[in-house]
């Protein structure tokens, strides 16, 4: 069997890893601590989930290649075939949204409008 050789190696203690260090670095990787800036999401945030499943259940794409797949030479050539014969199409579902407030949160605030930033003062561009 191939994994056998492996866990009949006798094991060796690593005196010089720094258990302490080691530990607080895996506790601040763990899904239980992820730091979310976004105050609409993390208002909505889920600690006992994953970061996959809360984004999913939010609504906001992770991977934004995963959301728009790439529609290659190939899969178009099939997909074209397939509807000339008649071929049902195997299509995406979209993911349920249990949480679609934190999208209307996310396009409000993206739909605020920026005020405009000079490199002067404003007394100083009313003057020019």
Known sequence: MPGLKKQKRNKVYNYGRNRSR????QERTTKFNVKVDCKAMKDNWDNRITM??????????LNANAVLPFAGTKKSMINSLKRQKKV?????EKPEVSLPEVISKLESE???????????????VQLI
């Open 88 to 92: 049902p199409i195997a299509e995406l």
């Open 52 to 61: 996959k499943e809360n984004m999913a259940a939010m609504g906001v794409a």
């Open 110 to 124: 993206a739909n605020v409008v920026a005020k405009q930033n000079f490199r002067f003062t404003i007394t100083q």
């Open 22 to 25: 080691v530990r607080k670095q």
